[in-house]
């Protein structure tokens, strides 16, 4: 899977049908628009830092500075959100890199062991500023194919007397 218009940006662990559904915008700057629920700072990421497998697995978002991950907002996170890491290269390796910028979805919780914390997996990702993320409560898979508690509300059924 490619963005024909963008090929700056390299596309990873993403299905079709959900690329579609992700509310991606272009800005008129040549530039693409993602909603996600938080940006967390390159700094923070620990465990699968230096891995070339962006198609499989996922890299940690470290917690041990708990305040650091308040102030970021990123003591709120869940299953399923997308994030966008800032000055993170997951093009053809995962890597620190100024300006560059990877969008990844929550897979696993947080952990209690340094270097480790919330597991992210890469879905699309690009060595140059194209990728403007957009804070967005509701930039999580679940709430966008409507499962888990974002699953609709079934409605009571009135019972009757035989």
């Not at 907002?73 to 990877?102: C, E, K, P, Y």
């Not at 898979?141 to 888990?148: A, D, S, T, V």
């Amino acid at each position: 899977l490619g963005l024909l218009d963008y090929p700056d940006i390299l596309v990873y662990n993403l299905d079709p049908g959900l690329l579609a559904q992700m509310r991606i915008r272009e800005l008129k700057n040549g530039k693409i628009e993602v909603p996600v629920v938080a940006v967390v700072p390159g700094h923070l990421m620990g465990s699968g830092v230096g891995s070339t497998a962006m198609g499989t697995g996922d890299y940690d978002i470290m917690t041990t500075d708990r305040e650091e991950i308040r102030e970021s907002g990123l003591d709120q996170l869940r299953f399923g959100d997308f994030v966008a890491i800032t000055n993170h290269d997951n093009t053809f390796g995962r890597s620190w890199r100024r300006g560059a910028m990877t969008i990844g979805i929550v897979i696993q919780s947080d952990c209690l062991i340094a270097g480790h914390g919330p597991g992210v997996t890469t879905l699309l990702a690009s060595t140059t500023p194209i990728i403007v993320p957009k804070i967005t409560k509701t930039a999580n898979l679940g709430h966008m194919l409507k499962i888990g508690r974002f699953r609709p509300k079934r409605k009571a059924r009135k019972k009757t007397k035989k």
